[in-house]
């Protein structure tokens, strides 16, 4: 197929064209309550061809489309065709190709990769409901997806570069109904097969779901020390890598530079250290990605980002990186960092990070208001806000550890005096 659409761009005649080929095998599982309801299994491949065009004036715009392998060859010289006309209405400031690679990558040894997908998939799924057993919560329903991908690039610069990788995915749903009927929604995503993680995250949002059923809107107005948990500690630090990507300065939405500190820690605080994690051995351009240090002791080491952006500013095309790895060790156990008094916001209704501005906050579903005498009280309602550039230098992490796709590294930050509206 890859040789047809080869065959098929050489009468469109673009400045450069890049083809990858996914192969997508899938196991997917849903669950009502404990039940297995629908078993499904997916083998499917298609094909992604981008074409660029040039102008007189050296400016290239791009066009990607997605194509199945059983398109006519009429059909597809003409969705060709129709791709590089409307790139020239996307013209940008011209720059280079990414550089050729040829290369095989070996496939990671890992049961995901190697034994049957189903095997995998009754693996993650014992572990979703392990420890279903709270005496008032229960798991409402979950779906469970078990991928593994062939990948492959090839690009008319000469690029030829294949791999294997997969994936563990899903969501569910705790429910309690007594004294009050809630819900909260949880997703995962690992990118090798974590049943520990996926039963101890199982086990803390049935918890939730508990607690919250009984929490009480009482929680006034007025500033906190906040104490964030699990996914939402990487979508904090998600900051450091939105703003030091290419995309991001070369607009001069960001001033970062290399070699600059971007982070300061007070005394007796914590310095950031911050690595990007190649989940897979080639970004989407075909580019080798590889570990590199974001942060080391709060001064920013790479500026990363597609090959586009990247060549604007003169920097080494890294690719997009999916997962940021936090190397702090942390400073104290969690029991110790929620020292009294303190609120633990466990779940937003939308929590969210803004890169440009550097404003967290989110409204809460569910916190932990810890105060002075040791007293712990479940509360909902309510909002956070803060501006992350103001407290970054006061940061302190648990030495506990968290895993998901997207983030790994301590498992919960605390953020002083951080304004919350309440009662």
Not at 223 to 234: F, K, P, Q, R, W
Not at 286 to 308: A, C, E, F, Q, Y
Not at 330 to 356: I, N, R, Y
Request: proline share 5%.
């Amino acid at each position: 197929m890859i040789n047809r659409i080869i065959d098929a761009i050489r009468p469109v005649a673009p400045a450069a064209w890049r083809i990858e080929e996914r192969k997508e095998e899938t196991a997917e599982l849903f669950f009502v309550k404990k039940q297995l309801d629908t078993r499904r299994s997916k083998d499917v491949t298609y094909y992604t061809v981008t074409l660029f065009r040039k102008d007189d004036a050296g400016r290239i715009g791009s066009t990607a489309i997605t194509l199945p392998p059983e398109i006519a060859w009429n059909d597809l010289k003409k969705k060709l065709a129709d791709a590089c006309y409307a790139a020239s209405f996307a013209m940008n400031p011209g720059y280079a190709m990414p550089d050729p690679v040829q290369a095989a990558a070996e496939a990671k040894k890992t049961p995901l990769l190697e034994k049957p997908l189903a095997e995998t998939a009754a693996v993650m799924s014992r572990a979703l409901f392990e420890k279903d057993t709270h005496p008032s919560a229960f798991l409402n329903s979950a779906e469970l997806f078990v991928e593994r991908k062939k990948t492959r690039i090839v690009s008319s610069e000469g690029t030829d570069v294949s791999w294997t990788g997969g994936r563990v995915n899903g969501e569910f749903v705790a429910q309690c109904k007594e004294p009050e009927d809630v819900e909260i929604y949880q997703d995962f995503s690992y990118d090798d097969p974590a049943p520990e993680a996926l039963s101890a995250l199982v086990a803390e949002t049935l918890s939730f779901a508990a607690d919250r059923a009984r929490a009480q809107k009482i929680l006034k107005s007025g500033s906190y020390d906040l104490i964030l948990t699990g996914a939402n500690v990487g979508e904090i630090l998600s900051f450091y890598t939105g703003r030091s990507s290419a995309r991001m300065i070369y607009p001069g939405y960001s001033r970062w530079k290399k070699g600059e500190a971007v982070q300061e820690a007070q005394e007796g605080f914590e310095s950031l250290s911050l690595s990007l994690k190649a989940s897979e051995p080639f970004s989407e351009e075909g580019i080798p990605m590889k570990d590199r240090v974001l942060l080391d002791k709060g001064v920013l080491k790479t500026i990363h980002g597609s090959n586009r952006f990247c060549r604007y500013l003169g920097e080494e095309a890294t690719g997009d990186y999916r997962t940021l790895r936090c190397d702090n060790s942390g400073s104290l156990p969690f029991e110790a960092l929620k020292k009294a008094p303190c609120l633990w916001a466990v779940t937003f209704s939308d929590f969210q990070m803004d890169p440009m501005s550097g404003y967290l906050g989110g409204e809460m579903r569910l916190a932990y208001l810890i105060e002075e005498d040791g007293k712990v009280t479940p509360v909902t309602g309510g909002s956070v806000s803060a501006l992350l550039l103001e407290k970054q230098g006061q940061l302190l992490f648990s030495k506990e550890r968290y895993v998901s796709a997207r983030y790994e590294g301590p498992y919960a930050v605390r953020i002083p005096a951080v304004s919350v509206a309440g009662e």
